[in-house]
């Protein structure tokens, strides 16, 4: 069977620095039906240079270690899992005895000391490899060797990410290239009615099992990250349409024998029906039939020549239609 999509609601930094607002959001999340919460943790100072223009700016959403451990004790006791994207080496300790996955973000996929130190976790590790080239993610992959499962996230965030850079073809390359599970990170305009959920259905029909959405409470209001971010009600419509597509694949190892193709296979295929009466004893021949729909499963024109030149043990009439139990 299709893996069905395991959908992953994005807080990011649309919290603006507030537990209370994450909190919110973390419930609001909840309700949508997505399988899992991301969560983004770090220490400003271990991230951004001071020199950086937009150091004073993560100070304003960075959340104290105490306000994250009371996050991440109440959150991961609740029917959600939570993936933690850790950026830097001293908050890895912040989650070590919590029940939760760790994404690995693309900042860190050539930092030696995080990864080895990423790959002592017992957690299902999510690597992501936007922007990242195949010998940067196989270098990684060697560091992350011991993990039991990882998961290659492909996607990555241009504030939004237009159409023509989504790279989905990075989705079938990575899987035949590693041969792990891959996901998608969507960040296409959420403004976009029909791509901001075709992109990731389609990244989903390629192979992408875990797709990640960022969620916001009010995407009109602008506030951090909401170029890519669905409302809550959006959000819920969002799994809503993802689980559907996943329907649509069905089953390959059923392929002809599903109740709708067997009732299909009554309704358009032919199958034999006797042109002439023909009484028990009597052998049965090719032209002693047509082939006709029948609105019922009989024997087709392919399988007929297993019930040539054998004789019948029940009498039909014309027009009768010919079943493997009348031989």
């Known amino acids: 069977m299709i893996q069905l999509p395991y959908i992953i609601a994005e807080i990011a930094s649309a919290h603006e620095g507030s537990p209370a607002k994450l909190r919110k959001l973390a419930n609001a999340a909840i309700k949508t039906g997505a399988n899992a919460i991301k969560f983004q943790i770090f220490k400003r100072s271990n991230l951004v240079s001071q020199n950086n223009p937009l150091y004073d700016d993560f100070g ?18 609740k029917n959600i899992d939570i993936i933690t994207e850790i950026f830097d080496y001293e908050s890895l300790k912040l989650i070590k005895y919590h029940d939760c996955h760790i994404k690995v973000p693309s900042a860190s996929i050539a930092d030696k000391i995080y990864l080895n130190e990423v790959s002592q976790f017992d957690k299902k590790i999510f690597l992501a490899v936007g922007g990242s080239n195949l010998k940067e993610i196989s270098d990684a992959l060697k560091l992350l060797s011991k993990v039991k499962e990882v998961i290659l996230q492909a996607g990555f965030q241009n504030f939004p990410t237009k159409i023509e850079d989504s790279n989905l073809s990075h989705i079938t390359l990575l899987k035949a290239k590693f041969n792990l599970q891959i996901g998608y990170a969507d960040h296409v305009d959420a403004e976009d009615r029909l791509m901001r959920y075709m992109v990731p259905s389609i990244a989903y029909s390629l192979g992408a099992r875990y797709i990640e959405k960022h969620i916001t409470l009010d995407r009109s209001l602008k506030g951090r990250d909401y170029y890519s971010s669905l409302n809550p009600s959006e959000f819920r419509e969002f799994v809503d349409h993802l689980n559907s597509i996943s329907k649509s694949f069905g089953d390959p190892k059923n392929i002809g024998n599903s109740d709708a193709e067997l009732a299909y296979k009554k309704f358009s295929k032919k199958y034999a029906v006797a042109n002439r009466d023909i009484t028990i004893g009597e052998k049965c021949y090719l032209e002693d039939f047509y082939f006709l729909r029948t609105g019922d499963i009989g024997i087709s024109e392919q399988d007929i020549k297993k019930y040539l030149n054998r ?17």
Do not use: C, H, Q, V
């Not at 959340?63 to 109440?74: G, N, V």
């Not at 004789?311 to 031989?327: A, C, E, M, Q, V």
């Open 60 to 77: 304003k959403i960075e959340i104290p270690f105490k306000e994250w451990k009371a996050i991440l004790d109440e959150y991961t006791t």
């Open 311 to 327: 004789k019948i043990k029940k009498s039909i009439k014309r027009n009768d239609t010919l079943l493997p139990n009348f031989f």
